[in-house]
């Protein structure tokens, strides 16, 4: 029996090595060795120049291994049985390898570090290989995540055969997984695939069904909801075809307010690189549906993938929605501050700087149709126009068009203005800073009086406006308390010094609301 041998990644205990100057051969009798911290037992160990031999068996746990194959942070206490015997001879290889469950799981963690159970019952891996001929199957069994039976060959020339079958009774499993961008989405329905593989090493092909059923989508942060979901993609060859693919959105909340629906139709090929066309179509699709938000949609859109190009083109019309903006955004948390669950670590960051696999190519327009409300903000008005996002490969996205007030009220200093004017011109290529046209005037006066705003969104200029003109002073008066200064007394003269300087106040009630709120008031006249 010779030293224990350390070495970062294996360790070797309690063997003995011997060395045949002849043939140049070594060779290892019956002894433990741990490798990357699991124990192994060697029956029989050796080595050439032409030609060596290994036989071990264990009852490794599989996380460690899992964590130095993947990259990923695998937990929990899954033990299983390894038997190996393997021959290898110049740059061929044979043998026979088998790893099966004997107890315990695994854990995989979301992005916030949460692990979450595999729940497995069932881990069956053999390998086996004589000269160019190569096996392998592989069967998985969960409580949570269904069943996977996979048989995959080689032969001399590098042809493919095998089969692929596997159940997923819930999409809800696949939630924690989910990427960073689709964080919250609720997943529902199965998933099924039954397929047969062929081809080659370099060029596989697949035949047969992969089918979605009973799909519902729901993002409640957004208010994105879709139900009754259904989809098939038929493999053949190189290429799939998508069929019978549909998706149900969320009723209303009256019969007379169906769901609507997305078609859509396409298909895929990888006979060089990847490419697809998909085709979609919005039936009066619900697409959001929210106590402060909805939103009906009709059109078409065309999905076109090329190499290193993901082309999107269509147009969209609103049958119906409404958004109330509330009187402010809910704060948020900034982009670099992460939530993580009690007892939990970090999963790394993402590389933000990444080139992206495919440049988008994006055309696409928006009419806002005719029956769209906004209210919010001291806003209530139904808004009409029509929007365009257009963004070249490697280039940041151009938005363009306009969106026109028709009609409806705005409140300002207390009162409910009718808008006259109110237009938002995106001419600059950013959704941010539009361009402000508004025009509100107080109705049921003698006096033509109101608020005109322009500018741009993010440095908007709020000024008084009278016609004929008249004075800060007479517009204020006429504006907040409905007749002219000189009818004024020295109360009301207070009330108008405080309006003037809520020319300069941002959001949130001016000092003239203020008071007549306090006052149990509406309006002044």
Do not use: C
Not at 304 to 317: A, D, E, K, N, W
Not at 329 to 344: K, Q, Y
Not at 486 to 507: I, P, W
Request: charged residues 20%; without cysteine.
């Amino acid at each position: 029996a010779g030293p224990t041998r350390n070495i970062d990644w294996l360790q070797l205990r309690e063997g003995s090595l011997s060395w045949q100057p002849g043939s140049g051969r070594w060779s290892l009798g019956p002894s433990t060795l741990q490798l990357f911290g699991e124990p192994l037992q060697v029956q029989q160990a050796s080595y050439s120049a032409e030609a060596w031999q290994l036989r071990l068996h264990g009852q490794p746990q599989l996380a460690p291994w899992l964590r130095l194959a993947t990259g990923f942070d695998w937990t929990g206490g899954l033990r299983t049985r390894l038997e190996a015997d393997l021959q290898g001879q110049g740059s061929q290889l044979s043998g026979s390898a088998r790893l099966s469950r004997l107890e315990g799981d695994l854990s995989l963690p979301d992005d916030s570090g949460q692990a979450h159970a595999l729940e497995l019952r069932t881990l069956e891996l053999q390998a086996q290989r004589q000269g160019d001929v190569a096996q392998l199957k592989l069967q998985l069994a969960s409580q949570a995540h269904g069943e996977l039976q996979l048989q995959l060959g080689f032969d001399e020339t590098e042809q493919l055969s095998g089969t692929l079958q596997a159940r997923l009774p819930t999409l809800q499993a696949l939630e924690p997984w989910l990427p960073p961008s689709l964080s919250g989405l609720r997943l529902r329905g199965q998933a099924q695939a039954d397929l047969r593989l062929s081809g080659s090493r370099a060029l596989p092909q697949i035949h047969g069904p992969l089918r979605l059923q009973e799909l519902a989508l729901q993002h409640p942060a957004s208010g994105f909801a879709a139900q009754d979901g259904r989809l098939t993609l038929h493999f053949d060859g190189t290429q799939a075809r998508l069929l019978d693919a549909q998706l149900g959105g969320q009723p209303g909340g009256s019969p007379a307010e169906p769901g609507g629906q997305v078609l859509a139709a396409g298909q895929l090929s990888w006979q060089t690189e990847p490419q697809a066309d998909l085709q979609l179509q919005a039936q009066a699709w619900r697409v959001l549906q929210r106590y402060d938000r909805q939103l009906v949609l009709s059109g078409t859109a065309q999905l076109r993938l090329r190499p290193g190009l993901l082309g999107l083109q269509g147009g969209f019309t609103v049958d119906q929605g409404r958004f109330d903006l509330g009187r402010a955004d809910a704060p948020t948390l900034g982009e670099d501050v992460r939530v993580l669950r009690g007892g939990t670590t970090p999963m790394p960051p993402r590389n933000a700087n990444a080139p992206a696999a495919w440049q988008p190519q994006v055309d696409l327009r928006l009419d806002l149709g005719q029956r769209l409300t906004v209210r919010g903000r001291g806003l209530q008005t139904r808004a009409t126009g029509a929007l365009r996002v257009q963004q070249e490969p490697g280039k940041a996205a151009r938005w363009s068009g306009q969106i026109e007030s028709n009609g409806g009220r705005y409140r300002a200093y207390g009162q409910d203005l009718e808008i006259e004017t109110g237009v938002l011109s995106f001419d600059r290529g950013t959704l941010d800073n539009p361009r402000l046209d508004l025009l509100a005037v107080r109705p049921d006066l003698e006096q033509r009086v109101g608020v005109r705003v322009d500018g741009r969104a993010l440095q908007p200029r709020v000024r008084l406006y009278s016609e004929p003109v008249l004075s800060d002073t007479e517009v204020l008066s006429w504006l907040l308390l409905g007749r002219a200064p000189d009818e004024l007394g020295s109360s009301d003269a207070a009330l108008l010094q405080r309006a003037a300087l809520a020319l300069l106040s941002g959001e949130g009630e001016n000092p003239a609301s203020e008071l007549m709120g306090k006052l149990g008031l509406t309006e002044i006249s």
